[in-house]
T-cell receptor, first 114, second 112 residues
Framework: AQSVTQLGSHVSVSEGALVLLRCNYSSSVPPYLFWYVQYPNQGLQLLLKYTSAATLVKGINGFEAEFKKSETSFHLTKPSAHMSDAAEYFCAVSLQTGANNLFFGTGTRLTVIP | TAGITQAPTSQILAAGRSMTLRCTQDMRHNAMYWYRQDLGLGLRLIHYSNTAGTTGKGEVPDGYSVSRANTDDFPLTLASAVPSQTSVYFC???????????FGEGSRLTVL
């Protein structure tokens, strides 16, 4: 069975500082991995995805994530936090793009301190 | 473009009453999903539909039913609501070739 673990339900960073949100996955086969962002009172929207092509994936709003098979990780980073990055971030895993389910992590709430 | 439209955005419901949450998409995606979001638990799949006329159970299907009469609509029904069904419900559809999910803005349901 596949699952994801997001380390840290809350992360606070200063504006301009590095953002690092951690995600580890478990999967019996090579996974498809996603990061979604949820702004207050909105649905989730896709930030980026890994589907077995390049291991370093670039997404919207300056975010990127690196798939590391040896560490079973897919951490999300951004070099310089902006106030508008404050949101909840969800990591998700699927066995294939057409799978019936994405398994979501429990989410990490990012706070950006001015 | 509208994408996924959910209604109502918020509802307070007495326990034992029935309720249907509506979901409509205008992207002609085959696959659609209902998730519930609860604090500390992330999103959990309730039911899904791979194409019109078919549905399947997700991780937490008990107490919920769905139908998929056509491509655009995927309503979620609570036949007899209980307080544990208090949650935020999200409808989503999937773009087939990338696997990306598109979400509605959610329906906040409170069962008293």
């Amino acid at each position: 069975a596949q699952s994801v673990t997001q380390l840290g339900s809350h992360v606070s960073v200063s504006e301009g500082a590095l953002v690092l949100l951690r995600c580890n996955y478990s999967s019996s086969v090579p996974p498809y991995l996603f990061w979604y962002v949820q702004y207050p009172n909105q649905g989730l929207q896709l930030l980026l995805k890994y589907t077995s092509a390049a291991t370093l994936v670039k997404g919207i709003n300056g975010f990127e994530a690196e798939f590391k098979k040896s560490e079973t990780s897919f951490h999300l980073t951004k070099p310089s936090a902006h106030m508008s990055d404050a949101a909840e971030y969800f990591c998700a895993v699927s066995l294939q793009t057409g799978a019936n389910n994405l398994f979501f992590g429990t989410g990490t709430r990012l706070t950006v301190i001015p | 473009t509208a994408g996924i439209t959910q209604a109502p955005t918020s509802q307070i419901l007495a326990a034992g009453r029935s309720m249907t949450l509506r979901c409509t998409q205008d992207m002609r995606h085959n696959a659609m999903y209902w998730y519930r979001q609860d604090l500390g638990l992330g999103l959990r799949l309730i039911h899904y539909s791979n194409t019109a006329g078919t549905t399947g159970k997700g991780e937490v299907p008990d107490g919920y039913s769905v139908s998929r009469a056509n491509t655009d609509d995927f309503p979620l029904t609570l036949a007899s609501a209980v307080p544990s069904q208090t949650s935020v419900y999200f409808c989503a559809s999937r773009l087939a070739n990338t696997g990306e999910l598109f979400f509605g803005e959610g329906s906040r349901l409170t069962v008293l």
